[in-house]
């Protein structure tokens, strides 16, 4: 099993980037399908970008699409997430969220967690 740790959040000023980190230990990491959500405070958990096992293919909530990018290095364990052109809309805790045998948005199927990165975008 992967153990999975989020960083890469802050504070940043509307338009502004970011780009999040989900490292993983272990080292079948390229096994597992990886996806970011996000939940900000009041509100559900929302699906964010999604990428296949071996990153051939990626996917996006309609929401971040053509602003933010979803990648993976698994010679080093790690997602990444680039946010550009960020919103206030965007302020959350984002986290990442691996799983052997589903890809796709329903954080339920996942079986791994990491314990998240607080993201702020003030305006």
């Known amino acids: 099993q992967v153990q999975l740790v989020e960083s890469g959040g802050g504070l940043v000023q509307a338009g502004g980037s970011l780009r999040l980190s989900c490292a993983a230990s272990?080292?079948?990491?390229?096994?597992?399908?990886v996806s970011w959500f996000r939940q900000a405070p009041g509100k559900e958990r929302e699906f964010v970008a999604s990428?296949?096992?071996?990153?051939?293919?990626?996917y996006y909530a309609d929401s971040v699409k053509g602003r933010f990018t979803i990648s993976r290095d698994n010679a080093k364990n790690t997602v990444y997430l680039q946010m550009n052109s960020l919103k206030p809309g965007d302020t959350a805790v984002y986290y990442c969220?691996?799983?052997?045998?589903?890809?796709?948005?329903?954080?339920?199927?996942?079986?791994?967690w990491g314990q998240g990165t607080q993201v702020i975008v003030s305006s």
């Open positions: 969220a691996a799983d052997r045998s589903y890809y796709g948005e329903s954080g339920n199927r996942y079986g791994r």
């Open positions: 272990g080292r079948t990491f390229a096994d597992y399908a």
């Open positions: 990428i296949t096992w071996s990153g051939g293919s990626t």
